[in-house]
């Protein structure tokens, strides 16, 4: 059976948030928007993993943009993060390349369901 390339990268990119999140509160204390972070950022996979058992073709869509959702609002606290110079512009550049990609293939499960669908 083929990889599902998102689920995997997704449940790559919560392993880097799950890290990322240990080094902004044990070594720059920051608890308030790292959390924020951490919830967003692991519930993409979550909810990918969800996706494979949807209910209906609906559902299925309804978890894909929901798991969309979510890496665009962790996009919003890596930047947050950065801003705040909690993060350096390097560590965000880098972390922030693998949200975009869950995004791009997010997009691109959502776009072809769409399509299909019409």
Known sequence: MKDNIV???????????????????????????????????????????EAEHAQSRADFLNKINIALKEANETEYWLKLLTDT???????????QADCREVCRLLISIVKTLKAIDK
């Open 85 to 95: 110079h909690y993060l350096t512009q390097e560590e965000y550049e880098n972390i």
């Open 7 to 49: 689920l995997t990268k997704s449940y790559l990119f919560a392993v880097r948030v799950v890290n990322l999140y240990k080094y902004l509160t044990e070594q720059k204390r920051e608890f308030v928007l790292s959390k924020q972070l951490l919830r967003s950022g692991t519930a993409v996979g979550a909810l990918l993993k």
